[in-house]
Structures are given as structure tokens and as C-alpha cells.
T-cell receptor, first 114, second 111 residues
Framework: DARVTQTPRHKVTEMGQEVTMRCQPI?????VFWYRQTMMQGLELLAY????????DSGMPKDRFSAEMPDATLATLKIQPSEPRDSAVYFC????????????FGPGTRLLVL | DQQVKQNSPSLSVQEGRISILNCDYT??????FLWYKKYPAEGPTFLIS?????DKNEDGRFTVFLNKSAKHLSLHIVPSQPGDSAVYFC??????????FGTGTRLKVLA
């Protein structure tokens, strides 16, 4: 049963600390998305990778957020330094570039910045 | 500026009745629309989609209707079941990889 995995599932940290969230996409998928879910904005796209290359990170605050894919089995999202307004659920999704419906979401990382 | 709006944060329906979830959009360039369902502590899962060349798509108990002139789509669930209780997101795409999601509607189906 192939699925997207995310770690950690929950993270509580203090303002100013670095936060790293990890995602393992489904084997064979060539697209990776990072989303942030907040009550007010719903699901916001933060970054999009295709074949490990970052094609769109326009949704990310550039000064503090960064996203990478060191290899095809790992995507990371880092926040440094973290702020209370970053508290949200962060979802990773993977899919196939040619299929518009295939965004398979992971279970999310619930982040609380105190 | 919300391009995709789900104006009802929550909805309660009796088991066996119809659930109707609504979604409005503002961007006329959107050509593909999806509905996702999300259970607590899980990620959203794809439910049903519709292309702008259609006005209806049906999959079992789920039907999505698209009214392009009104920039409105709706998801009908008939009959509603307790297992349908979840948060439903609509999403729209302007023909690219990018999907704009609404804020979600929490559906509660009462047994």
C-alpha cells in the first residue's frame, strides 16, 4: 500500500528555533508539493518540485523557508527562524506530472511555534 | 484574495439524505476542479473531479456539478452516510500543476 510519509507528525518548538519537516514521496512519483493548512487560508501551496527540481516556491516566505529534494525519496521543508505565525499543519503530496488528479497527500506535520 | 471560496464552514445532514457542498470561484481561467475529502489526522484524499468542458460528473454516490456562468460548483452526496463525515475541500486549477484550494466545509452526517 504505497503512501506518502511525513515526519515528524507533531512538532512543538520555541520561536527562533529551526524546524525541519521531512517527506517521503510515493516511489515512482515525479512531483512533490508542500502545502500549509491554516483556518483562514485553507490549503496554500508553498513549493512544487518536478523531477527533484524546484519549479515554484512563490508561496514560501523566502527569508525563512526553504525546500529541497536531496534525492528522489526525500523532500525537506525548513523554517529558520520559526515564528508563532508559522503554526499550522504542513502537508506534503506527491504525484505524476501528466495526471492532473494525482496528488497523494501525506498525513501532515502539525507545527506549533510558541 | 480568495479565488476559491467555500462559504459554509460546516454542514449537518441526516443519514440517508442528500448533502450538498458548495464552492465558488472567481478566476475564469480555471479549467479543472477537484474535490478532496479529509478525515482528522489524515491528509486529504482525492474524491472526484470535473473538467470545464463538462457540467456534471458522477461517481457512485458522489456527483459534482459545474456552472461556469455562475462560477460555481457543488458536490452532491446521495445518500449520505455517517462515514462521509469529514472536511471537504474544493480545488481549482488554471491548466497547470497549481491548484487553489478553498478553506473547506466540515460535513457531519447524523445517524
Amino acid at each position: 500500500d504505497a503512501r506518502v510519509t511525513q515526519t515528524p507528525r507533531h512538532k512543538v518548538t520555541e520561536m527562533g528555533q529551526e524546524v525541519t519537516m521531512r517527506c517521503q514521496p510515493i516511489l515512482g512519483h515525479n512531483t512533490v508539493f508542500w502545502y500549509r493548512q491554516t483556518m483562514m487560508q485553507g490549503l496554500e501551496l508553498l513549493a512544487y518540485f518536478r523531477n527533484r527540481a524546484p519549479l515554484d516556491d512563490s508561496g514560501m516566505p523566502k527569508d525563512r523557508f526553504s525546500a529541497e529534494m536531496p534525492d528522489a525519496t526525500l523532500a525537506t521543508l525548513k523554517i529558520q527562524p520559526s515564528e508563532p505565525r508559522d503554526s499550522a499543519v504542513y502537508f506534503c503530496a506527491s504525484g505524476l506530472a501528466l495526471e492532473r488528479e494525482t496528488q497523494y497527500f501525506g498525513p501532515g506535520t502539525r507545527l506549533l511555534v510558541l | 484574495d480568495q479565488q476559491v471560496k467555500q462559504n459554509s464552514p460546516s454542514l449537518s445532514v441526516q443519514e440517508g439524505r442528500i448533502s450538498i457542498l458548495n464552492c465558488d470561484y472567481t478566476n475564469s481561467m480555471f479549467d479543472y476542479f477537484l474535490w478532496y475529502k479529509k478525515y482528522p489526522a489524515e491528509g486529504p484524499t482525492f474524491l472526484i473531479s470535473i473538467s470545464s468542458i463538462k457540467d456534471k460528473n458522477e461517481d457512485g454516490r458522489f456527483t459534482v456539478f459545474l456552472n461556469k456562468s455562475a462560477k460555481h460548483l457543488s458536490l452532491h452526496i446521495v445518500p449520505s452516510q455517517p462515514g462521509d463525515s469529514a472536511v471537504y475541500f474544493c480545488a481549482a486549477s488554471p491548466g497547470t500543476y497549481k491548484y487553489i484550494f478553498g478553506t473547506g466545509t466540515r460535513l457531519k452526517v447524523l445517524a
